[in-house]
């Protein structure tokens, strides 16, 4: 370690910024240059002729989704979900200021515990859902979102509010136009009702925040929410809002919707703008929906993917989404059910484990085939995904780490300080590695439709305590979508779920065997 440490400490030196003896301490203290012999060793194996994949490539071209019946009916749901409410608006017998107010109340009663806000929009969420209920009555019925309300991650910008981002740094930057997720979900009729906590500069996959403090799971107040989407989840879960936008690197939304017993989709990368979002790494970040069921989820990903001209990542070819065939039968299906953890070892989370088995019993069970498979790629592509992660959130901070240093938390702080131990040609053979990565895993799971995998290694841990990413990360390297689906509780009363993974551009497909997946095992209850 010693020699790493002087490596790490002429990188920082070269590039002007002024770390100190406690921070290399707490670099090892914290493990954050343990994986790192291992990356490199990985990356002496590239082939050095293979083509980089860079960031206007990072996924598969487009793959045609099965072809559904074109059917866009949804499931009736109850009133803690967006098709519950959005059932009442049309009816008449609920309105858009009573859904509001109570959420708001449910604000007031419960996240002076849990902390899950960062901004409450109480005024403008009021305003807006009068307008919403105007716009009902006259006949004028935007979207199953019309009326109701959502909260977005305080990294995307909301016109008139600050988006600190989880940070010191950023805490007065006050946005003067609404990021395009923001704007699409007013366009549909949703109301802003706020903005949620999250890790600093979303760089944890913990609930850790050394400037606004952690956020409790609902469950469990002494166990973490999961992050760094963490305010977003806890605000669903509790139903203080309907629905929230995240923000997902390495598992950032995943993972707090499996803490929280809610349903976490990340997209194909490139299927939703990050236009007015304060970014992470470039080629991995995505933006998606954490919501109380699988067709709430399917809803908000409708009002908020397609090409937009501020992103270039959405601008490739791509198969557009639209809720379709969400109900039809899936018996042509086939399903992987990962067997192996791809380090050659078993899975061994006992309840991890039952997670995942009861979905595939659900989905044998509705017709589809459940086919059992390894995927040994999972290994390299849980070291790269954080190395590439490192290396472009390195090149963001880079300015601010030479002159505001001292102004980041202790964890954020050594954690990208850390990131300065790979070289310039490690960036590139990175890239390399994902693009022959890419490959494989698509020749792996050629055989299958839908991949059944754990979320998490283990239940959530003590408050403020990250989550590892070993089972989320890759789909982010590779930018395929992937869903946190609850599953049931432990004894202890914590959720359980499992991921589902499919090939790029087929959300639907996806979301079609999640739903039936879903009306098998139900809905998690609500925390107390």
Not at 26 to 54: C, H, N, W, Y
Not at 95 to 100: A, D, K, M, P
Not at 211 to 235: C, F, I, K, L, Q
Not at 485 to 512: K, M
Request: glycine share 8%; proline share 7%; aromatic share 6%.
């Amino acid at each position: 370690m010693d020699a790493l440490i002087e490596r790490l400490q002429a990188a920082l030196h070269a590039a002007g910024i002024p770390a100190t003896d406690t921070d290399f301490a707490g670099i090892l203290e914290k493990g954050f240059l343990s994986r790192f012999a291992d990356v490199e060793r990985l990356l002496d194996t590239v082939d050095q002729e293979q083509l980089p994949d860079m960031l206007d490539a990072t996924s598969l071209p487009v793959s045609s989704d099965q072809t559904d019946s074109g059917d866009t009916s949804l499931p009736a749901d109850d009133l803690n979900t967006i098709m519950g409410v959005a059932e009442e608006f049309r009816k008449r017998t609920l309105s858009s200021v009573e859904v509001v107010e109570w959420a708001l109340e449910q604000i007031a009663e419960k996240d002076a515990r849990l902390n899950a806000f960062q901004i409450v929009m109480a005024e403008s969420a009021l305003a807006d859902a009068r307008a919403a209920d105007a716009e009902i009555r006259a006949g004028t019925i935007r979207s199953p979102l019309h009326g109701v309300p959502i909260a977005v991650k305080d990294l995307f910008d909301v016109a008139g509010y600050p988006t600190a981002a989880g940070s010191r740094i950023r805490a007065g930057v006050m946005a003067s136009s609404d990021s395009t997720v923001v704007a699409r979900l007013r366009a549909a009729g949703a109301i802003i009702i706020g903005k949620t906590r999250m890790s600093e500069f979303a760089y944890s996959p913990g609930s850790n925040n050394a400037h606004y403090g952690p956020t409790a799971n609902p469950y469990h107040p002494e166990r973490d929410s999961g992050g760094s989407s963490s305010g977003s989840a806890v605000a669903v879960s509790t139903v203080m809002a309907y629905a929230a936008i995240g923000t997902d690197t390495g598992g950032s939304i995943r993972i707090p919707a499996a803490h929280c017993g809610i349903v976490g989709l990340k997209p194909t990368h490139g299927r939703v703008s990050l236009a007015g979002g304060f970014p992470l790494s470039w080629s991995l970040d995505h933006a998606g929906p954490l919501a109380r069921s699988v067709a709430d989820a399917a809803v908000i990903l409708q009002a908020i993917a397609g090409p937009d001209p501020r992103d270039h990542r959405t601008l490739r070819p791509e198969s557009p989404f639209a809720v379709s065939g969400l109900l039809d039968y899936i018996d042509q299906v086939r399903i992987g059910l990962l067997t192996a953890d791809g380090s050659g070892q078993a899975i061994t989370d006992a309840a991890g484990l039952a997670a995942m088995q009861r979905v595939a019993d659900a989905l044998a069970e509705r017709g589809a085939t459940v086919i059992p498979i390894e995927v040994p790629e999972l290994e390299a592509l849980r070291l790269l995904n954080p190395a590439l992660l490192a290396i472009e959130a390195a090149a963001l901070h880079l300015p601010w780490l030479r002159s505001r240093l001292d102004e980041y938390g202790e964890f954020m702080r050594q954690r990208i300080l850390a990131a300065f131990i790979y070289s310039p040609v490690d960036a590139v053979r990175v890239q390399q590695a994902r693009a022959n990565l890419r490959r494989r895993v698509a020749e792996r799971l050629a055989g299958i439709d839908v991949l059944i995998t754990p979320v998490t290694p283990g239940p959530a841990p003590a408050l403020g305590v990250p989550t590892p990413t070993s089972f989320t990360g890759p789909w982010n390297f590779l930018g395929w979508p992937a869903l946190s689906l609850p599953t049931g509780r432990e004894e202890n009363g914590l959720p359980r779920a499992a991921q589902l993974i499919a090939r790029p551009w087929c959300e639907s497909l996806l979301l079609r065997v999640a739903q039936h997946a879903e009306d098998f095992i139900g809905h998690l209850p609500l925390p107390l």
